[in-house]
């Protein structure tokens, strides 16, 4: 039989567009975590085009990247919208973010590197600095830092993905709440003490245990705070 042949096609370059698109899609994240963008405030494609100094096309691509995030909600024909939540809604993402971080903190036990770990005490340093500070910036920076190294560390690409698109959603939704009275002391530098502990003695079990007690206690507090009902609690 005569050899297969391969069909012929061509690569081109790589537009500009996408460099683009990507800093469309920064710019307007930016916007939402930091509140600048509200959440419920309607998107329309024409004024973010304007305001932006962009085509049409780069904007609305920029909102289907950031629904696929879970920062805006998209609705053919309507438009689209910041992401804002019902409290039952808050309830579930919560949950799901319990699961994902016990995952992760139980499988960084096993396959965190030596650099990793190391990586891993220095932001739970730098952590406990800003809390004893009161500098609620670098708590809320050095918080997230944490938890993204052990989501990558666990060393699966989906539950990282995940947790990072779980994580952007809460920052969105519970940004109001971080100032409060609770949201930012000793706690939350103990439980990530038990977390880190846990994984440097490559102790798995403990380290599924302390990561979820810590996200099931961050619900307790805005459960306590009223951002999450007892009817949402079901």
């Given at each position: 039989m005569p050899a297969r042949q391969e069909p012929e096609f061509k690569i081109g370059?790589?537009?500009?567009?996408?460099?683009?698109?990507?800093?469309?899609?920064?710019?307007?994240?930016?916007a939402i975590l930091s509140g600048e963008l509200a959440p419920g405030a309607r998107l329309s494609v024409p004024e973010l085009?304007?305001?932006?100094?962009?085509?049409?096309?780069?904007a609305r691509e920029a909102l289907i990247r950031l629904e696929h995030e879970g920062l805006v909600s998209v609705t053919p024909r309507r438009g689209?919208?910041?992401?804002?939540?019902?409290?039952?809604?808050?309830?579930?993402?919560f949950q799901y973010r319990e699961a994902l971080e016990g995952m992760a903190a139980r499988l960084s036990t096993r396959k965190i590197s030596d650099q990793g770990l190391q990586?891993?005490?220095?932001?739970?340093?730098?952590h406990a600095d800003a809390v004893h500070?009161?500098?609620?910036?670098?708590?809320?920076?050095?918080d997230d830092q944490f938890h993204e190294i052990i989501a990558r560390e666990a060393?699966?690409?989906?539950?990282?993905?995940?947790l990072s698109r779980v994580r952007s959603q809460l920052r969105l939704l519970?940004?109001?709440?971080?100032?409060?009275?609770?949201?930012?002391?000793?706690?939350?530098?103990?439980?990530?003490?038990?977390?880190?502990?846990?994984?440097?003695?490559k102790?798995?079990?403990?380290?599924?245990?302390?990561?979820?007690?810590?996200?099931?206690?961050?619900?307790?507090?805005?459960?306590?705070q009223g951002v999450v009902t007892a009817a949402a609690m079901g």
């Amino acid at each position: 039989m005569p050899a297969r042949q391969e069909p012929e096609f061509k690569i081109g370059p790589i537009e500009d567009s996408v460099l683009l698109l990507d800093r469309v899609t920064g710019a307007l994240r930016k916007a939402i975590l930091s509140g600048e963008l509200a959440p419920g405030a309607r998107l329309s494609v024409p004024e973010l085009a304007r305001q932006l100094n962009v085509s049409r096309t780069p904007a609305r691509e920029a909102l289907i990247r950031l629904e696929h995030e879970g920062l805006v909600s998209v609705t053919p024909r309507r438009g689209a919208v910041v992401l804002s939540a019902e409290p039952g809604d808050l309830e579930e993402i919560f949950q799901y973010r319990e699961a994902l971080e016990g995952m992760a903190a139980r499988l960084s036990t096993r396959k965190i590197s030596d650099q990793g770990l190391q990586q891993l005490r220095q932001e739970f340093e730098t952590h406990a600095d800003a809390v004893h500070n009161g500098n609620l910036g670098q708590h809320v920076e050095h918080d997230d830092q944490f938890h993204e190294i052990i989501a990558r560390e666990a060393g699966n690409r989906r539950i990282a993905e995940e947790l990072s698109r779980v994580r952007s959603q809460l920052r969105l939704l519970t940004r109001a709440m971080s100032a409060q009275q609770g949201a930012m002391d000793e706690r939350i530098v103990r439980a990530h003490r038990e977390i880190l502990e846990a994984i440097e003695r490559k102790d798995g079990r403990a380290a599924e245990a302390a990561a979820r007690t810590h996200i099931r206690a961050i619900l307790k507090f805005y459960r306590d705070q009223g951002v999450v009902t007892a009817a949402a609690m079901g």
